[in-house]
């Protein structure tokens, strides 16, 4: 059962229940268990009277045995409820993972963007603290989809994916947006600590061969938090918009939107 409902509150049970916090699932699981539980005592008490007296040993131990037969039961009820929980809590565990990746690459798709930026930009209210993203784009990917297939493609995006993720490291978070692009969160770093870490992520993805696949190239906008960003939606788009000024200057080059703003 999810939320309050894991408290030993009847009230907060309840209220979760009516708010749609327990579903048919934990109610589903709620009897099994309770289920088992009844069953495991019911066993115990019933497997005795099936027991012919003159084959125990010590008929006079009759109640001993049926407590033992009780607890066994429970104990194995016990049991498993234990793995019931284990392999769900498992399940949903892997559940809300790939709820939060691109099935391709691994990384956080860009519903969690959103989220993350947000909530990134909320801390840092009264503060001094910088925040940067990076929007990079693969240039011309469609000529690599049509000339070299699109199961290369696919590998080119996992490449650049794994070389992203090695090089950003610690310093931020790196989500796909969807097609040949990908953002880059990176909280406590200024614009030009972002600006040089941009250059070195294409310095690193462009131009290199990597087995059979293709050599690519990447154009990369830059844009920090300013006083005047009021959402994540805002600092996205600087990003966004510093990216395609960076396509229309040749590609394969980093811009930063304070370069287009002035």
Same mark, same amino acid.
């Given at each position: ?15 979760? &229940? ?8 934990? &109610? ?6 309770? #289920? ?5 005592? &019911? ?105 070299? #297939? ?45 600006? +040089? ?8 993805? +462009? %131009? ?10 990447? +154009? ?31 590609? %394969? ?10």
């Amino acid at each position: 059962m999810t939320g309050d409902a894991r408290s030993g509150k009847p009230d907060d049970w309840v209220k979760a &229940l009516r708010q749609g916090r327990v579903g048919p699932t934990d &109610l589903r699981l709620l009897t099994i268990w309770s #289920g088992m539980l009844i069953g495991g005592v &019911l066993a115990g008490g019933i497997f005795p009277e099936v027991v012919r007296s003159d084959v125990i040993y010590r008929p006079h131990r009759m109640l001993d045995f049926r407590l033992t037969c009780i607890c066994a039961g429970i104990m194995v009820a016990l049991v498993a409820v234990g793995i019931t929980y284990l392999t769900l809590y498992r399940m949903n565990r892997y559940l809300a993972w790939i709820s939060q990746r691109d099935p391709l690459t691994g990384l956080y798709h860009h519903g969690c963007l959103t989220i993350f930026l947000e909530r990134s930009i909320q801390d840092r209210l009264g503060t001094e603290t910088p925040l940067s993203v990076m929007i990079a784009d693969i240039d011309m990917f469609k000529e690599v989809n049509d000339g070299w #297939g699109h199961l290369v493609g696919d590998q080119v995006l996992r490449y650049l994916a794994g070389s992203l993720r090695t090089v950003v490291g610690e310093k931020g978070l790196v989500f796909r947006m969807g097609g040949e692009e990908f953002a880059i969160v990176l909280p406590e770093m200024a614009s030009a600590e972002a600006k +040089s870490l941009a250059e070195f992520i294409r310095q690193t993805a +462009s %131009n290199k061969e990597v087995g059979l696949l293709p050599a690519v190239t990447v +154009s990369i906008g830059v844009a920090s938090v300013s006083p005047d960003v009021r959402s994540a939606t805002d600092l996205i788009k600087r990003a966004d918009d510093a990216m395609y000024e960076a396509k229309r200057r040749g590609r %394969n080059q980093v811009v930063e939107w304070s370069e287009i703003s002035s």
